[in-house]
């Protein structure tokens, strides 16, 4: 998924809903368990102070007596945090205590009163306990035993570090179990990503298709949600070839209404006197020069406009190398061998021809024995551009030269047949494809023309 796409924003926004959906899942579970264990744990230490005043009972002498059965072995370890204890409030050596207590005593708080039951809870720290384990909570209630006066305190303890790591054991398989769901749920939104947008993908790919010349219109079946779009593309690229093809009838006609006007003119030129004669014949040039350079220009834009021009470069060079060859068998054409990757014109195969003959055309006119043709497929600004290279071994070209030979008309050498337009032919049909061409010293002595056009 590449950075700024449609699909790679979706998967973000459901993984960071997984992320944040996992995380107040786990707030909440936790929360509710450590809620839940507390009141637990509460209510244990209360069922076993009932339990503990059931088992106790005062002889007629008021000493204590009984054995409290709690069914727990940790009031029977040592420092285990699970006592329990009665005693008389008014002689604390009339006692009973768990073994686990083995002789000492619960503490007494002094500022925690007790509730309408005659209940109070309270916490302290056992020191001997362990470290992590000496925080001990505590329950007490006081009552009469039988038909006496005296006032008897009953009191039992829980360790609070088994109830922490109890919390803590949950938290921990909670989170993983949260963690393997919130995994598989982002594994699951990347494939419901990718199968969900994948009509898109066919899309873009049949796009491409149109694009590349290999394709007319979008086919296939389409998710209702998409035809609608699908639907208006077809019929833009309808709308598109018919405008191109009204545009070129046009241009046509046009060629063909201007022609003869300027035919008859010039015809009419000669019976004039010589001085009209000349300037007639040279305005009539220039107009008929300027108006053949706007058709031409006319008719590229055109052609470029459309989506499916496409041109395979390879036969299109062997077979003007061969024509070139054959009008100059005195010189010697190479050409580039072929890469693993045929390269492709984005144009008119017509434009391409006529940009690749004048430079051949031009080369062989003042090569001595060699041409040489070159091209290859490069990237500039993220789009593939294809670069095409005719050099001759002739005398070659000055800057200042170069600048001259690309004006409409402008020839350095008048003294071998040519119009002067070739070169600027071939400038003016690079730039209406977004394209340039440079002119400068071949590694061959004479000159290396180079064009740059878009590519595929």
């Known amino acids: 998924m590449r950075a700024g796409t449609l699909s790679l924003r979706l998967f973000l926004l459901t993984s960071l809903w997984a992320l944040v959906s996992v995380a107040l899942i786990a707030l909440v579970l936790t929360g509710a368990y450590r809620g839940n264990a507390e009141k637990r744990f509460s209510e244990l230490l209360t069922a076993n102070l009932y339990n503990l005043m059931a088992s106790v009972e005062a002889g007629p002498d008021g000493r204590l007596t009984g054995t409290p059965e709690l069914r727990d072995a940790r009031f029977s370890n040592f420092a285990s945090g699970w006592y ?193 004669q000349r300037i007639i014949l040279e305005q009539t040039g220039l107009m008929r020069d300027q108006v053949q350079n706007y058709l031409d220009r006319a008719r590229i834009a055109a052609r470029h406009a459309t989506a499916t021009s496409r041109t395979e470069v390879s036969p299109v060079l062997e077979r003007l190398a061969r024509v070139v060859g054959k009008l100059n068998p005195q010189l010697e054409i190479e050409m580039p061998s072929a890469g693993p990757m045929p390269l492709v014109f984005a144009g008119e195969q017509q434009d391409f021809e006529e940009i690749v003959g004048n430079l051949m055309e031009n080369a062989a006119r003042f090569a001595r024995k060699t041409v040489r043709l070159g091209a290859e497929r490069v990237v500039r600004d993220g789009k593939p551009c294809l670069v095409i290279r005719v050099e001759d071994d002739g005398r070659g070209m000055s800057e200042a030269e170069s600048e001259i030979a690309l004006q409409r008309g402008a020839r350095l050498d008048e003294t071998t047949p040519g119009s002067g337009l070739g070169l600027a032919i071939v400038r003016d049909i690079a730039s209406e494809y977004a394209g340039s061409l440079t002119l400068d010293r071949s590694t061959m002595g004479g000159l290396r023309a180079t064009v740059m056009l878009p590519g595929r």
């Open 84 to 276: 329990w204890s009665v005693e008389a409030v008014s002689d604390p050596s009339n006692r009973l205590a768990s073994a686990s207590l083995a002789g000492a005593t619960i503490p007494v708080p002094r500022d925690t009163p007790f509730d309408a039951t005659f209940q109070r809870h309270y916490t302290y720290v056992d020191p001997r306990g362990a470290q992590d384990a000496n925080q001990l909570a505590a329950v007490e209630a006081r009552l009469y035993l039988g038909t006496g006066e005296e006032i008897y305190s009953f009191r039992i303890t829980g360790n609070k570090a088994e109830l922490a790591e109890e919390i803590a054991d949950f938290q921990r398989r909670l989170v993983a179990l949260l963690a393997l769901f919130g995994l598989g749920f982002v594994v699951a939104s990347f494939v419901i990503v990718r199968v969900g947008l994948r009509p898109i993908s066919g899309a873009t790919r049949r796009l491409a298709d149109i694009r590349e010349g290999r394709a007319e219109r979008l086919e296939g079946e389409f998710p209702r949600e998409i035809q609608p779009l699908i639907d208006e593309t077809n019929a833009l690229i309808e709308s598109n070839r018919s405008v191109i093809e009204r545009a070129r009838t046009q241009v046509g006609n046009l060629a063909h209404s201007l022609k003869t006007p300027l035919a008859v003119l010039m015809n009419e030129a000669r019976a004039a006197p010589p001085d009209l």
